[in-house]
DNA sequence: TTGTAGGCGTTATCAC
DNA sequence: GTGATAACGCCTACAA
């Protein structure tokens, strides 16, 4: 049993304070400076008719020089911005977009969101993360709300949403745009960002037996993830490559969070006959593993290498091998988004750049 | 030099397939099944006006039983999901907040996220997530237009915005609501959530020195952040009172990411009487500790202790203290957007439950 | 290249 | 208790 982890005879003072009055009642207090300028006070100041403002704002053709000019100029004095609800009653588009995800991995969460968002702000689209649980009987509907009361422009899948058949016919029923991010398969009609898992985790795993390991664990992830399995084969297939004898009892199942890369860094170091290096299939768990060996006080310094996994990145190869560098330049979250949103010419050259993901892990020192 | 990571002599496929068609050209498709029910809809089938329909839909008084029945029939039946775009137009409220934080910390971001959205979600809210920079120099600018764009309803601050002074006075100046979390200081007029932060560091700093340890090193987080400096209070207090000469060079820097809890792992445990336990001002400086520490191979079990600390949850203690549990009951983005959007009442008798704050840190295993 | 009329789906106002 | 009617701020026609 532990000690009380604080002094329960001194508790902390929780402050909270809050004055008595709500949203409704703070917001009421006035009006502001008289409310913010609408496109009919920027048509005034700029002389010309409201559809002509809009037709500037939207960046549409057959508008001259001069009335842009003046029209840019009546904006910025007014400090005019458009409201997003009118535009999407009014409009076809909403220029929202929707993520979702499942939530096992705050490191994977937080990446996939800032990609996603910065694409979006840099095309005037905003984002709705939009956490779900996978298995929850009542995520067609909670979805379909979402689509409904937000007039969703389009959505992006990450796993293991992306091998949701129910939820992609949906979509598909409603003709509505989505992007998949790492699916089990890439199909012809729908876009997608990934890599072959597969090989990723086997160039990972060949890197871990170059530095000398020859008992390398594994912890995988949620065997409802597709892309758990393949990460799995790849592993194995690297060890297949070596003459290396697969073990199963070196192969740990964890939920890809930091709490199940704990509990796997544990089992596996209380093999009688413990790995020397362990790959864990995503960043959290690499985080768990390395607190559980610091834990065991895994004594010999380089004696447990850790590797993590997480494909939320894409990184590039810069020749010659003897200066590799693995720098990140682009980011999964946000080239899904850009796929969504627009340009396919443009993506298409710079996905060319890259030829290959993988991230550094926590234990890349 | 480190071997490259990966073999690129034979690099990786990036697979990415896309089709040619856009947001707009996929949904241009069709109008699904003949468009979504409106109001007017409804109202015809419950055979009443669309006001009335409103005043059930609002929840607003003077509507007797049977027409409520009759509109929540027809709004079931028909799958009536109401527009927020048009709500927000032709109403005061858009049913939007936004929540304004720095991003050095993943497990921070998506646990206080997590919270905001729950709470939200329950109030038929939808949260906005808006990462910023503190010292950004348009910072006051893009606020700005986040709110005129959105017509947001209030907004969430957490540190170091709690702390800026134009920001707050914007706000303010525009009559609108928000709600800050983990503020320097607590003032009448606006709500918040926080702790004692010295007072909850100082504890955790004592249950170190209860573990046995009297050299107990520091990790500081990004000097912006106001609460910064108070953990660090809390922890020379502590040593303090139980005669623990301060000395700062057991102190280390850090920015609360894991980058940085890495470097300050490392120059902590490169001190020549380095320290028996590491005290991390993050949850994400704490892992990145552990990493420093399990590179080095820091050897026997139990001498290097680490802990972290996070102001994202509250959790309460159990009497008898023998049987102490620290169980986290409720979540400050939670808190926070509760006391944004009503209810001061409820707060304030269930915040009377919680006597204390801290995080089980990654390394309370 | 520019302007006019109408409507998007909901809430606010004021009658009934 | 309930119901017309006019906004809300913008975009999509269509016309000039």
Redesign the interface.
Known sequence: ?R??????????????????????A?????A?SGG?ATIEDVSRAAGVSIKTVSRVLNQERYVSGTTRDKVNAAVASLGF??????R??AG???FQ?ALIYD?PS??Y???I??GV?ETCAARGY?M??Q?AHAGSADLINEVA?LI????L??LILTPPFTEHAVLRDMLT?????Y?TVSPAE???????????QR??AA??T??LI??GHCRIGFVSGDPRFETTERRLQGYRDALRDVGIAYDAELVEPGEYD?TSG?RAGFALMQHPNPPTAIFASSDDMA?GV???????????????S?AGFDDTD?AR?V?P????V?QPVHQFGA?AAE??????DK??QR?LE?????RES????
Chains 1, 2 share one sequence.
């Open positions: 049993m000690p009380p982890l604080l002094d329960s005879t001194n508790p902390l003072p929780l402050q909270s304070r809050y004055a008595s009055r709500t949203v409704a703070m917001n009421s207090g006035g502001g913010r911005r458009p409201s997003f609800a009118a999407a009653l076809k588009r909403s977009i939530n705050p490191y969460a937080q990446n969101q800032n968002r905003r709705i993360a956490p709300n409904d009361q937000a007039q422009d389009g029923a409603r003709h509505l745009a992007v890439v199909t012809p009609v729908v876009s997608s960002v990934t890599i072959d090989a990723a160039a990972m060949r890197y170059s530095l930091l704990i985080a390395l607190a559980a060996a610091h834990s065991r006080g895994v004594a010999v310094p380089g004696k447990l850790v894409l190869v020749w091998p003897l200066t590799t693995r080239v796929l969504l949103l627009a340009l396919p993506i298409e996905l890259f030829e290959l993901i993988t926590v234990a890349a020192l």
